[in-house]
């Protein structure tokens, strides 16, 4: 026998109950973001390269390590999309969407790719349910951003603790930057190699760090919520006012970072205790200088995404039913099959949920079958006309053939 072929690592298939609570959960998601205004976006599953470069931040672990890059043909490289803010963003200034009444409230739920090293709740393709609210500056949008997200984890039993933070808007923070910079430099001694390396590039994400060494300095680092101007702290300070009306429970953190550079003003992030390292189950924040970085003009914009394994695996989200048979058909002997399976049919035309024998049982085997099947009705086509069985009371009549749909009906539609 040759080598089995197995499913590409950091990726796997979706079956049966699985497929039915991803099912059940997108209908929350659905229903919550629907009645908020959102309407549904798909894009397309690669992009031109430059639109992650420019947009997701060449200095980000994204662009630089874990995008699968290919030659689209023509000279042109594209790109699995490795996330959905800059793809929506794309669409939005593509077509014409700032005529629409603003905010455009636009939500998702796609696979992305990210070549990541696998381990729980992490893989190499997964999938996002995600929202983006472009247009508007209003603090009220942040609000109603973060509380959707907590509606739909409240809905599917997630447990998460929101932190939440701002970063200002990019000149305030290239100041703080520059003021991270030379505190890093002045403690480079006691931080590991690679934040000394990304002092540079990415002085931001020393906060990240798992050393104790660089933990220790950046306990006593300047914080970039103490720096913010006036307008960003009142922004932030009427978001959280906001939630506060809500009654949605958050931490301020300052050492909150996120792995994208799109950021400005409010970012966020949900964690749950379920997940293990992979802690985070969604997050988002403002992004008002995505879609001039991608040639757009000057466009507010506010948004975040949740993976759905996370969510699978941290919540509660119970498989939607199964739809029940209505009627199985079986059949006594070769010759009847014609007849046998245009009764399945014209049932399913009729709108009941109906199923022929297909495996080749005895007559034993299909009424066994159809018992496992959890069927309502059984009709038996045999050499003696046709009977139909009431699985639920056991009682059996021989019927007319052509009678069979009306006795049936009394199933409900
Ligand atoms: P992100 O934090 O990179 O943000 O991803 C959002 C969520 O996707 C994470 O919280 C996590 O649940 C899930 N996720 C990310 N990577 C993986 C992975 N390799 N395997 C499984 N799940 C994963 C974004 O993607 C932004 N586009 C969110 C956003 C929207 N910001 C503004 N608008």
């Not at 309407?39 to 980000?60: K, Q, Y």
């Not at 290919?70 to 800059?86: D, V």
């Not at 429970?249 to 390292?277: I, N, Q």
Request: net charge negative; with cysteine.
């Amino acid at each position: 026998m040759s080598r089995r072929i197995q499913a590409p690592r950091g990726t796997y298939d979706v079956l049966g109950d699985e497929a039915l609570a991803r099912a059940a959960l997108e209908g929350h998601a659905r229903a919550i973001l629907e009645r908020a205004g959102y309407r549904r976006i798909e894009t397309p599953a690669f992009e031109a390269t430059e639109l992650f470069a420019r947009g997701v931040g060449e200095s980000t672990d994204v662009v630089q390590k874990q995008m699968y890059t290919l030659e689209g043909g023509e000279g042109e490289s594209i790109t699995l999309r490795p996330e959905g803010t800059a793809p929506v963003c794309r669409a939005y200034l593509e077509h014409g969407m700032h005529k629409q009444p603003q905010p455009v409230r636009l939500w998702y739920l796609s696979s992305f790719f990210r070549r990541e090293r696998p381990q729980k709740g992490r893989f190499r393709q997964f999938w996002q349910i995600g929202a983006e609210a472009i247009g508007s500056d209003d603090p009220a949008v942040d609000a109603e951003s973060v509380l959707l997200l907590a509606e739909i984890f409240e809905a599917i039993g997630v447990r998460a603790r929101l932190r939440i933070s701002s970063l200002g808007m990019p000149l305030n923070r290239l100041r703080y930057r520059d003021k991270l910079q030379a505190y890093l430099r002045e403690n480079a001694a006691r931080l590991s190699d690679e934040v000394v390396a990304r002092i540079d590039l990415n002085p931001l994400r020393a906060f990240d760090a798992d050393d104790p060494g660089t933990r220790a300095v950046m306990a006593e680092a300047p914080r970039l919520l103490d720096d913010l101007d006036r307008e960003d702290k009142e922004h932030f300070g009427d978001v959280l006012e906001l939630l506060d009306a809500a009654d949605l429970p958050y931490d301020v953190d300052t050492t909150l970072v996120r792995g994208l550079d799109y950021y400005t003003r409010t970012v966020f992030e949900f964690t749950s205790d379920e997940l293990g390292a992979q802690s985070g189950v969604g997050g988002g924040g403002r992004y008002d200088g995505l879609l001039e970085q991608i040639g757009g003009p000057p466009t507010p914009g506010m948004g975040w995404a949740a993976g759905v394994e996370r969510m699978l695996l941290a919540g509660s989200v119970l498989p939607a039913a199964a739809a029940p048979l209505d009627l199985f058909v079986a059949y006594a002997k070769p010759e009847l099959r014609a007849g046998a399976f245009r009764l399945a049919a014209d049932a399913r035309r009729a709108g009941h949920a109906a199923r022929l024998e297909l495996g080749g049982r005895s007559l034993k085997g299909q009424l066994k079958q159809a018992d496992r099947a959890g069927a309502r009705y059984v009709a038996i086509l045999g050499d003696e006309g046709t009977s139909l069985k009431d699985m639920e009371t056991g009682e059996q009549q021989t019927v007319e053939p052509g009678t069979v749909m009306h006795h049936i009906s009394q199933v409900s539609l």
